[in-house]
Each structure stands twice: as C-alpha cells, then as structure tokens.
C-alpha cells in the first residue's frame, strides 16, 4: 500500500456525461500528479500540483481539469466525455516539487469506461 | 526533447533466473533520475528502483539492481532469482530538473516461468 488513495476504484458513465476523480497523497506529501493510462498511448502524465498551485502540465485535453485543495487532497475533472477517455486513472504524489530524485508513488487508480 | 525506450515488449524467465529488462533514455541534461516501477495484473503501480546521474554506484534494492550506464544513456534492471510474482509489467521512468515531468517507457512485459 502506497498510501495513496483514490476513488472511486471503478466508473461506469456515457459519453457527454462529467466526472470527477479524487485522490489524497501520502501523508506529508505535497505534490500530486495526475497520469492516464491506455492501451494505444500507455502512460500519459496530465497535470502536477505543488501545494495547491500548478506546476506542469503534460497532455491534458482543455475538457480536462484539476485542482489541489488546501487540505492537499486533488480532484480530476473530466467533461464532455468521449468513448477514447476510457482509461486507468492514476494519481501519484512526491514529497516535493519533482527534484529528480523525488519518487512519485501512486494510488490505486481508476478505471473509467466511458459507453 | 526527452525520450525513453524499452525495446522490449515482452520477455521470458525460467523461475530461480536473473533476468535483464532494457531502458535507454534520451537527453542533454546533466542532471536526471531514473526510476522503475512494476505493474502487476492487478493494475497498481509499484515503485520499485531509483537511479540518479551523478549516482556513482549503481542503485540496488533487495533482488533488483539497476545497471547504469551513463555513456551509453541505458538504465537496464536486473532482477535476480526470479519468482512467478514476478510476472508484471515493468516501466522505466525518466525524471529531469526542469520539466516537472516524468517521462514513461511503453514497458516491458515479463513472464515468469515455473
């Protein structure tokens, strides 16, 4: 168990619909990425945030969207859905702001199926 | 711009063998980390081994060890005793100073043979 949390572990939805995924980081850790997996383009870093503010963004679609709380916990949002954003969701979180020697450890994921 | 590869998709170890997984990276920075993770079936990512550029020694964690060569850009894991667990896959990550971004390979899927 990394520590990471994310929920929820499974969704279900149509395409048009909105989303959101959570995720709480590690205890201590403040910085959270957000990654996609699929099979065609495997894994795909999203976004990172670093104490509430963001930090990078890799190959998020604008009908993407997240952000980081005070509390530190993240939310992904995912709107007007298509059949291509079915994937395995995950968050990771380091310690800090992405040295190179920050090992990012993930959650769980989610696995959205968009139908 | 950054690139990693892993030339192989899948791979084969008899139980009880060391086995050899490939990762070269692409880059001008001086500066980098490298890390691999393992994915089982049950699709949670587990980090497993970290490798910095200015690590002199190569990095080594229980049965896995990182073979780092920094000339020739390749950060290949070795696993030794191989056990049916084993059986994952396995992603080399590339992680530089500026970008704020790690860079996954497509991964090496490893099948453990009893």
């Known amino acids: 168990d990394s520590g990471v949390t994310q929920t929820p572990k499974h969704l279900i939805t149509a395409t048009g619909q909105r989303v959101t995924l959570r995720c709480s980081p590690r205890?201590?850790?403040?910085?959270v990425y957000w990654y996609q997996q699929s099979l065609d383009q495997g894994l795909q870093f999203l976004i990172q945030?670093?104490?509430?503010?963001?930090?990078a963004k890799g190959n998020i679609l604008e009908r993407f969207s997240a952000q980081q709380f005070p509390d530190l916990h993240s939310e992904l949002n995912l709107s007007s859905l298509e059949l291509g954003d079915s994937a395995l969701y995950f968050c990771?979180?380091?310690?800090?702001?992405?040295?190179?020697?920050?090992?990012?450890?993930f959650g769980p994921g989610t696995r959205l199926t968009v139908l | 711009a950054q690139k990693i590869t892993q030339t192989q998709p899948g791979m084969f170890v008899q139980e009880k063998e060391a086995v050899t997984l490939d990762c070269t990276y692409d880059?001008?920075?001086?500066?980098?980390?490298l890390f691999w993770y393992k994915q089982p079936s049950s699709g949670e990512m587990i980090f497993l081994i970290y490798?910095?550029?200015?690590?002199?020694q190569n990095a080594t964690e229980g049965r896995y060890s990182l073979n780092f060569q920094k000339a020739r850009k390749s950060a290949n894991l070795v696993i030794s005793a191989s056990q049916l667990g084993d059986s994952a896959m396995y992603f080399c990550?590339?992680?530089?100073?500026?970008?704020?971004?790690?860079?996954f390979g497509a991964g090496t899927r490893l099948f453990v043979k009893a």
């Open positions: 990771a979180s380091s310690e800090v702001l992405a040295g190179v020697s920050d090992t990012q450890y």
């Open positions: 205890s201590g850790d403040l910085s």
């Open positions: 945030y670093y104490n509430g503010e963001e930090r």
């Open positions: 880059t001008s920075d001086q500066s980098y980390g």
């Open positions: 490798q910095g550029s200015y690590d002199e």
């Open positions: 990550a590339f992680t530089n100073t500026g970008g704020f971004k790690t860079i």
